[in-house]
């Protein structure tokens, strides 16, 4: 019943690192050459794995490699991958904005992207008609953008100001109006970047119910790329996860999203455990030994869902017996605001001997919020004596999982978003 | 995995290229496209100036002024019975749709990757809605051109059109497809090597004067030494700033063969220009 309505074959692409100067006409030449004589392209065997932190070996780089996979019709397909593991250059691809150095896409229906909203207004132009320039270039008919026109000057809310320039427009509701026609395009494919961070909250709330009714409520068949595990887990049904520009998962949204989360290098700022013991923190009487993140089964993570219960681990050294020691945590955000502090004093202000020991806490789940946080940590005898100074020791990443109870997915404020239990009476 | 009820293929994505593939057929469905980019080009060009579309007269009239000046009176350029002034003019009439054409489609690639990189549409929408909006400048500087042809008429001068006149638009057609079909290919071949750029700016004045604007054919087979008579005799496009003011002026040689030979020459550059320009698409994003 369902049927295969896109399917990639081997799909591949190489990059020239470095600038494209000097050195492409001899390469060129060199190409045509082997062309001429029939042979393949030389420069299509070297080219290294994509991994962005490591110091290339070749000046070509595969930015997607042998990537396979197919669309049904109906699916919502989510393509999951941290910052330069290819997801952007395979919807470039998707979008025949580029095509690839090897293999092929065959497809079924049409594709339209949603890589940038707004391309092409013209500031000049008045909003009504840059609604039909920017229908018209994301492959609409002037027929269906007049049978919608009026939907869209709605969904902009930008009614009063619709034959005004759009160089008159704040830049959010130039934004607005840009995604009112994009959201009301009818491809059978639609592809979709994570298009969420413009606009003004309402906006956002709205646009992003109307892609929830795009992927869900018209069974249209999507591909969604995206760093919000909570869209992701919420919206698909299928999921691939890129990595170095291969496919290293592929599965249901729920599995794909877990194995990008275990990935271990996904974190920003990259590592769940730092390891002080070479060289360790305090020179007084405390050593702090090592510091890690882990999740309820004990495995080492540095992201983590909000539903997600976070275990700290600290582990130290006494040089003498101390009494009265505490350590403190400190969560920030990133702009190092301080959203609380806990500290071991009940457990550690008894005399405690010479020796290793270590302490464990759990941040418990649902308490913080959609972002980044930074773990801040001091030991000291109160009123007596500073051990270790503060220090930043790790960073932890929070995807969102709707603990604010919003059923949208979106930016919440606060520092801190604790679960809140809600009673509606009748 | 093949069932009965699934359908063909709509498109393939890769970049394998058949050498022939003109890509025709996606270029009509877009054709609302390309009639909003014209629509664009024209309501945006002299938005805030004061005095508009008169623009397109000024550089016209004051070129054949000039060329009056100095090819007419200086140089002693005979133009028969044809006032010196209106003939230049019929010269830079016919010369500035092909220049605009050429130039204007000639950077496709570079002004527009901004565009070209987050969308896809048959690239060669841009350059052909440039040709289309371009009409509407010829067809201004026609207009004065014909109000100066009304005024020599009135002043007792004695020219007059010919029956040629009826071929008027396959020489439109020719102008297009030749700017447009030189254009494509510079704008293909720029996106890696931006050499041509340079080169474009004063090779295009240089082929003015090869293209027997500012005087008529016979006076370049006469005067210029032999290769260059020829170069200009076989060059399109003085075959068709030529015929313009044969067909308006009844002033120079009319040849069946010439004119079928430009036809030709046009409409193959457009078709090369065509594939390059097709063949550029697929990864100009990576080069450019």
């Known amino acids: 019943m369902s049927q295969v309505i896109l399917k990639a074959e081997n799909i591949s692409k190489q990059y020239r690192l470095g600038t494209v100067g000097t050195g492409t006409l001899s390469h060129d030449l060199n190409r045509w050459w082997h062309r001429v004589r029939g042979k393949e392209d030389p420069y299509l065997k070297v080219g290294s794995v994509n991994d962005r932190s490591t110091e290339a070996d070749s000046e070509y780089v595969w930015a997607l ?159 969604f790329v995206s760093h919000n595990m909570a869209a992701v887990k919420s919206l698909c049904t299928r999921a691939i996860v890129l990595v170095h520009g ?133 030991a000291g005898v109160p009123g007596r004596q500073v051990l270790i100074e503060p220090i930043d020791v790790l960073v932890i990443d929070i995807q969102n999982d709707y603990s604010s109870g919003s059923t949208y997915i979106e930016k919440w404020p606060g520092l801190v978003a604790p679960k809140i239990q809600w009673k509606l009476d009748a | 995995m093949n069932t009965k009820q699934e359908a063909p293929w709509l498109y393939t994505i890769s970049s394998k290229h058949s050498l022939l593939d003109l890509n025709l057929k996606e270029i009509w469905r877009y054709r609302d496209l390309l009639f909003l980019f014209v629509k664009r080009d024209i309501v945006t060009v002299y938005k805030q100036t004061i005095l508009g579309p008169l623009w397109y007269l000024i550089q016209p009239l004051f070129t054949s002024v000039i060329f009056t000046l100095i090819f007419n009176r200086m140089g002693g350029i005979q133009t028969g019975p044809v006032p010196p002034f209106l003939f230049n003019l019929a010269g830079i009439t016919a010369w500035n749709y092909f220049k605009e054409c050429f130039m204007g489609t000639s950077s496709t690639f570079l002004k527009n990757q901004g565009i070209f990189g987050k969308v896809y549409f048959p690239r060669a929408i841009m350059p052909l809605s440039i040709t289309f909006s371009n009409l509407l400048k010829f067809g201004i500087q026609l207009f004065i051109f014909g109000c100066f042809y009304i005024y020599y008429v009135i002043d007792g001068k004695t020219i007059s059109p010919n029956i040629y006149l009826f071929l008027f638009p396959i020489y439109v057609l020719m102008m297009a497809l030749l700017g447009l079909g030189l254009g494509m290919l510079v704008s293909s071949w720029t996106t890696k090597y931006r050499d041509l750029n340079v080169l474009l700016g004063f090779g295009v004045s240089l082929l003015m004067y ?79």
């Not at chain 1, 920017?134 to 100001?161: H, P, Q, V």
């Not at chain 1, 002080?276 to 009487?285: C, K, Q, R």
């Not at chain 2, 003085?238 to 079928?260: A, C, H, N, P, Y």
């Open chain 1, 65 to 223: 490699k042998d990537i396979n996979f197919e669309v049904q019709q109906g699916e919502v397909l989510g393509i999951i991958g941290k910052n330069g593991a290819g997801k952007s250059t395979l919807l470039k691809i998707l979008s025949r904005v580029t095509s690839p150095t090897t293999g092929e896409i065959k497809t079924r229906g049409r594709i339209a992207s949603l890589l940038e909203v707004g391309t092409g207004f013209h500031p000049e132009l008045t909003g009504r008609e840059n609604i039909y320039l920017n229908g018209a270039i994301l492959g609409m008919t002037k027929k269906e953008i007049r049978a919608k026109e009026a939907e869209i000057i709605d969904f902009s809310g930008c009614a009063r100001y619709v034959d005004t320039p759009v160089k008159r427009y704040s830049s959010g509701m130039r934004v607005r109006l840009a995604f009112a026609v994009a959201a009301f395009l009818e491809p059978d494919i639609l592809v979709i970047d994570e298009v969420l961070a413009v606009g003004d909250a309402e906006f956002q709330k709205k646009a992003i119910g109307k892609m929830q009714d795009i992927s869900q409520g018209e069974g249209r068949t999507v591909l």
């Open chain 1, 246 to 378: 291969q496919t290293a998962f592929e599965g249901t949204a729920q599995d794909g999203v877990d194995f990008y989360l275990n990935l271990e290098e996904n974190s920003s700022q990259g590592s769940s455990e730092i390891d002080y013991s070479e060289n360790p923190v305090g020179d007084l009487g405390v050593k702090l030994l090592k510091v890690s993140t882990e999740d309820d089964y004990g495995k080492l993570r540095s992201t983590f869902l909000q539903s997600e219960n976070i275990i700290v681990k600290i582990k130290f050294y006494l040089n003498e017996n101390i009494k009265g020691l505490r350590f403190n945590l400190t969560v920030k955000n990133s702009a190092q605001e301080i959203a609380f502090a806990t500290s071991s004093h009940e457990k550690t202000k008894h005399l405690l001997s010479e020796g290793e020991y270590s302490l464990e806490l759990t941040l418990p789940s649902n308490l913080l919020n959609n972002k980044q946080y930074v773990l801040m940590l001091n």
């Open chain 2, 210 to 288: 090869l293209s027997a604007v500012p005087y008529p054919i016979a006076e370049a087979q006469r005067k210029f030494p032999d290769f260059v008579a020829q170069f200009v005799a076989y060059n399109p496009v003085s075959q068709i700033v030529e015929g313009f003011r044969i067909m308006f002026l009844s002033s120079g040689t009319f040849d069946w063969s010439k004119l079928l030979l430009t036809f030709i020459i046009s409409v193959f550059t457009f078709f090369i220009g065509l594939l390059v320009f097709n063949k550029t698409e697929k990864t100009f994003v990576d080069s450019v």
